[in-house]
Nanobody, 129 residues
């Protein structure tokens, strides 16, 4: 059974840092594209970062997080990480990881909802003082 499980969400003060994890299980190698998304109440789903986690290349970041967010993976642990720093209150949201087997080559493609086949339950990140 294919599963994605996010963890690491927490309450953090503005300017703080947080590291999220996305543990994958039951996957075949074809699901090599992982996207980290977030969705705040009343707002649209937003791509934060994405990459080909099997190769570690083809890394993409939303403009709003460039320089503050790093996506990485540990293939031995089947886990993808999202490290975030200088967090802002407006980044309060549920963060999800999603997996795709499609041939995705740019940020726009990674941002399309229909290209993803699996996703997790999400982890809550709250940025507040």
């Amino acid at each position: 059974q294919v599963q994605l499980a996010e963890s690491g969400g927490d309450l953090v003060q503005p300017g703080g840092s947080l590291s999220l994890s996305c543990a994958a299980s039951g996957f075949s190698c074809e699901y090599s594209k992982i996207g980290w998304f977030r969705q705040a109440p009343g707002k649209e789903r937003e791509l934060v970062a994405a990459h080909n986690w099997r190769s570690g290349i083809n890394i993409h970041y939303a403009d709003s997080v460039k320089g503050r967010v790093t996506i990485s993976s540990d293939n031995a642990k089947n886990t993808v990480y999202l490290q975030m720093s200088s967090l802002k209150p407006e980044e309060t949201a549920v963060y999800y990881c999603e997996a795709s087997a499609k041939n995705l080559v740019n940020l726009r493609a990674y941002g399309l909802a229909y290209v993803y086949d699996y996703w997790g339950q999400g982890t809550q990140v709250t940025v507040s003082s």
